[in-house]
Structures are given as structure tokens and as C-alpha cells.
């Protein structure tokens, strides 16, 4: 059995035992250890010859057993028998937003239904709506959400395309000393939050030996196509990836050229046949036939008259004509960051404690981390009542006592309820450092009332950023109907800031509206969402969303110095408060 299969099982078993009502500490185990076989480096076989299953993360003894049985024997008995209790389709139920696992086995028990096809017929037939606890609202949402299903593609989020491209690269150097320059191309180098298949290329002048050494790394699981110069494999977590060997002189023109987009690539050959010159992947060609050959991709820039144009910025929004100008933007940088204004901890369903979240964020060698635990009304995240946040400012004062080159603040991830209402009363809210407020339930309400709650979020003094604005889960659930052109002018009028959520799955607001936002003058923050220490680092996802957008470094709340971030708070509230 491959890596994928044993972490399908997995995850399926998670998802019975979360239909079946079973400890929730257990489903959560499975789905962990489903998540990271999928991300191993290499055959798991190989962790179970040498007797080492339980160095994988999340998986313990009784996990390990499973495995062993798996790989001895091609099945798993304790799956099968969870099949008598739950079969297979009542769980595929489960891929349907706004259904979860209490709403799966209604629909099995009372109506037999055990596929998303059956459950849209129901839908239709208004049969759904007779169910107790349901209604005509909840069964126009489940049909929404199988209309969402059918409009899924498939996709891969950047958070999982990006660490294996380069953990990819990274091992085909340590085995082939024959390579040049090595990079991603497409759509991941270009940051976009979904991509296709991964695209890696190779500068060398042995492209067969590169081609034997890219086979036969760990995490290939098989080679589909193998050519002169390109090779395409599967690895062991099913992602399909394409190796392009090219000649190191032709490298510049075809790192840009198979980087895209095509947009972009019609217009730069459109600029290229005004100077009498054809562009194609391998050089420039003049009328007489001569070749102008590009090492570097920003030689190809520099023959058509233009500045780079970083990779996150071609898509033919403008930015040929901003760079024909001079006017391209000077995108944020990594190292503009001073700190992560949205992070949990075991406070409320974080997994790490506030000191390990801390140093995590000093290693980082941010200036700030701001704690943003939930609040009470979210139940599921254990939220924080006012006297439980009393007692963590407590705990907070002793750590910053610790350093002088870090400050830990006290915020809170704010509940936006269904009605509108904010979590806390404003004399709780005053004396928190920094508030982020969210929308997480009820996300399916109409355009006019989930705009409604937004807004009175934002018009609240305390309230400093509106997190992940539009509530979308890539591959999973769309995006709320709240009106983000309302609430991006909003935002503008009262100063409070909109948040791009780096959680791979969210990357929230999305590029578009970080573009439409910052022309406005509204202020974003690249925040992490992270709920452990590792978390902390998917902020860069976050910032190339917002370098996508166009974002700079003055348009960034999270790249101000401490001092910076608190003076711009309080001068926001005081206005505010005021107007």
C-alpha cells in the first residue's frame, strides 16, 4: 500500500469515529497521522523496515500497529469492521460544506442517504427540510454547499505545493553535482494560492544524469514520462511533478518563459516583436536569423527596456505598463516583518503554550507576537471568557518580565455573532493590546446581513483588524457573500485594518482585494493564524499573497515597530471614539 492509501484509511477512520460520536482527542489522532504520512519525504515502508513507524509525528504505538497490519496484509480489520457501523459513503457526506458529522449520520439514519449524489436528490425533492433540526434554510445550504462540490477542482494549495518543490530541489542537488541553477516555475513560483501540477527546473549540461538522479530520489513513488529533457513522477503523497533539464545559456529566457503567465508572456512578446525581435522559451531572434541568448532572466527584461518584474506580479494586471513607466511597485520583503499580530495558544485550541509560542516568535526575530485567543461565544475553540483573560494578562506580565528584546500582547481573536453583536462589552475590549475580529459561524447568511455584522465590527474603536474578511476554505468552502467592497470602503473610512490570513488554506483576503484595499489607503496585516510554534512560519504564504497584490512595506500594519503599532492604535481609536 502507498503513503496516499494508508493515509485515505486514516483519515477515514477519523472521520467515522467523528460521525459515531467518539472521543474527539481520538479523531483528531487519526486525522493527524493521515495528514503527516501524506507529507512524509519518503515510502513509509522504509520507516517500517527499520522499525521507526513511531518517529513519524502523531504516530503512536496503537497507530503503528495499524500500519504494520496494512503494509503486511493489504487490509486493515479494524476499518473494515467500523464499515459495519458507518459505510464508506455516509462519510463522503463530510466533503459537503455546513455538513458535519452529527448532520452525515441524521441523513444515513433517517434517510438511508449515503452519497453526496443522494443527498442533492433529496435536497430537491425538499426532502430534507422535514428532518428535525433542519428546515428549509439548512436544506437550501446543503445545496449550495453540493453546488460548491461540483465547482471544487483539483488543485493544490501553495502550502503544499511550496515545501515539497523545494525539499524536491533541495535533494536533487545533494545528488547530482552536474547542476547549475535549479527553481520552481509556473504557477508556485508565480505564488498563486492554488497550482496544478509542480513545475521544477534544472540548469545543466548532463541533463540524462539529472534526469537518473530526479527518478530516483526518496519521495518519487513512480515515473510516468521520462524524455531527453523532461521527466514526470508521482510521488508517494500522489502530487504529480514535471522536471525541465535546459541548457544553463538558455536559462534566463526559460525561467521566464515557463514562469508565465501566458497573459504575460503575449504581452512581453508583443513588446519584443515591436523591437523586431521573436521571444520563445530559448532566445530572442532577430529578422536575420541571429539569437540574442539570455543567462539570467533579468537580461530578458532588460533587452525588451524594462526593470525585472517580480514573479508574483505577472499576470497582466498592469504591471507591464507599471514597469514601461517606472511606476512598479517596491513589494514587502520578509524582512520588513516586525511581528505576527494573530497567533493561538492551548488558552483556548491552540496546541502550544504561550511561552513556546513566544520564543518561537523571537527565533523568528520578530519584535512582537500578539496573542489572539478566541472568545467566549465560539465553543468549539474553548473561547476565552473576560475572567479567564484576566487571569492569561497575568501570565502574559510575567513572561514580557523575562525579555527586553520582545514584547508578548494581549489580544483576542473576537466573535462576530450571528446577530451582529461583538463578544465582549468595549471596557473588556479597552484593555486588550491589539483585537481581531471574525467572522466563523453563520457564514452562509445573506449578502445584506453577514455585510451588516462586518461593518459593525469595523465601527467599533476597539475592533483594529477584520480577520480572514471573507471566510473562504480552499477546496473546501467558498467564500461567504459578505460584500467586500463595502467593507473594504468601510475600512477605509474608519481606519481599521484587513487581514491576509497565511493559513494555506485561506490566504484571506486574497490578492485582488488586497490591491483594492490598499488603494484605498486601508492598512493590511499578514498574519499567521498560527495555532503552534510551526505555524508561525506560514506567514509567508500570507506576505506572497499580499506581494501579489501589490503590497509595500508602508502598506503593511505588521512591518511598523512596536512603538509604530501602538501609536497607530491609539490614534485610531481616539478618531474613532470621536467621530
Known amino acids: 500500500m502507498t503513503n496516499r492509501e494508508i493515509a485515505d484509511i486514516l483519515k477515514r477512520i477519523g472521520d467515522m469515529l467523528d460521525i459515531l460520536g467518539e472521543n474527539r482527542f481520538k479523531v483528531i489522532a487519526y486525522r493527524r497521522a493521515a495528514e503527516n504520512i501524506m507529507n512524509l519525504g519518503r515510502d513509509i515502508r522504509e520507516y517500517w523496515v527499520s522499525g521507526n513507524l513511531e518517529e513519524i509525528p502523531g504516530i503512536g504505538a496503537a497507530i503503528a500497529e495499524k500500519i504494520e497490519e496494512m503494509l503486511t496484509t493489504g487490509r486493515l480489520e479494524f476499518y473494515e469492521r467500523l464499515q459495519d457501523d458507518v459505510p464508506v459513503g455516509v462519510v463522503s457526506l463530510l466533503e459537503i460544506p455546513d ?13 438511508g442517504l449515503q452519497s453526496v449524489a443522494e443527498v442533492e436528490a433529496a435536497a430537491r425533492s425538499g426532502v430534507l427540510r422535514s428532518l428535525p433540526g433542519l428546515g428549509a434554510k439548512s436544506e437550501a445550504k446543503i445545496l449550495a454547499g453540493i453546488e460548491a462540490v461540483h465547482r471544487r477542482s483539483d488543485r493544490i494549495s501553495l502550502g503544499t505545493a511550496w515545501p515539497v518543490a523545494q525539499d524536491l530541489l533541495q535533494a536533487l542537488l545533494a545528488e547530482s553535482s552536474e547542476i547549475v541553477e535549479v527553481a520552481v516555475a509556473g504557477s508556485l513560483r508565480r505564488m498563486r494560492s492554488t497550482i496544478g501540477d509542480i513545475d521544477l527546473l534544472v540548469a545543466s549540461e548532463a541533463p540524462a544524469a539529472v534526469m537518473r538522479a530526479f527518478a530516483g530520489l526518496a519521495r518519487v513513488s513512480e515515473v510516468m514520462l521520462s524524455g531527453s529533457t523532461k521527466t514526470s513522477v508521482r510521488l508517494h503523497n500522489g502530487l504529480q511533478v514535471d522536471l525541465r533539464v535546459l541548457d544553463p545559456g538558455h536559462w534566463g529566457t526559460a525561467l521566464q518563459y515557463f514562469t508565465g503567465s501566458q497573459a504575460h508572456n503575449v504581452r512581453l512578446r508583443e513588446l519584443a516583436q515591436k523591437q523586431g525581435l521573436s521571444l520563445s522559451e530559448y532566445a530572442f531572434k532577430r529578422d536575420d536569423g541571429s539569437e540574442v541568448t539570455c543567462a539570467q532572466e533579468a537580461e530578458v527584461y532588460q533587452t525588451l527596456g524594462l526593470p525585472w518584474i517580480p514573479p508574483e506580479l505577472r499576470e497582466d494586471r498592469g504591471e507591464i505598463q507599471a514597469a514601461l513607466s517606472g511606476e512598479l511597485p517596491r513589494l514587502v520583503e520578509s524582512q520588513a516583518i516586525r511581528g505576527d499580530l494573530h497567533a493561538h495558544t492551548d488558552w483556548s485550541d491552540g496546541a502550544a503554550t504561550l511561552a513556546d509560542m513566544a520564543e518561537a ?6 519584535q512582537y507576537l500578539v496573542i489572539s485567543d478566541h472568545t467566549q461565544s465560539l465553543g468549539v475553540a474553548q473561547g476565552l471568557t473576560p475572567d479567564r483573560l484576566a487571569e492569561q494578562r497575568a501570565d502574559i506580565d510575567a513572561l514580557n518580565a523575562r525579555w527586553d528584546d520582545f514584547t508578548l500582547l494581549q489580544g483576542c481573536e473576537l466573535e462576530i455573532k450571528a446577530d ?8 473588556v ?7 481581531v475580529a471574525s467572522v466563523h459561524t453563520s457564514l452562509r447568511q445573506d449578502p445584506e446581513q453577514i455585510t451588516r455584522r462586518v461593518l459593525n465590527a469595523l465601527h467599533n474603536p476597539y475592533v483594529d483588524v477584520i480577520g480572514h474578511p471573507s471566510g473562504r476554505l480552499l477546496g473546501q468552502r467558498e467564500e461567504s457573500a459578505v460584500d ?7 475600512a477605509a473610512e474608519t481606519g481599521t485594518a484587513l487581514e491576509v490570513n497565511s493559513i494555506p488554506a485561506r490566504l484571506d483576503l486574497d490578492d485582488i482585494h488586497v490591491r483594492r484595499a490598499t488603494g484605498l489607503g486601508v492598512k493590511i496585516a499578514i498574519n499567521s493564524d498560527a495555532h503552534h510554534p510551526g505555524g508561525l512560519e506560514n506567514l509567508s504564504y500570507g506576505l506572497a499573497t499580499a506581494r501579489r497584490g501589490w503590497a509595500e512595506a508602508t502598506d503593511v500594519l505588521n512591518t511598523f515597530t512596536l512603538d509604530e503599532l501602538r501609536a497607530w492604535r491609539q490614534t485610531r481609536i481616539a478618531r474613532q471614539s470621536n467621530a
Open 361 to 366: 516568535a523571537r527565533a523568528l526575530g520578530y
Open 484 to 490: 467586500l467592497g463595502t467593507v473594504i470602503q468601510a
Open 420 to 427: 451582529g453583536d461583538l463578544d465582549f462589552e468595549d471596557d
Open 429 to 435: 475590549l479597552a484593555r486588550l493590546d491589539f483585537v
Open 99 to 111: 455538513v458535519g458529522p452529527k448532520t452525515a449520520k441524521l441523513l444515513w439514519e433517517e434517510l
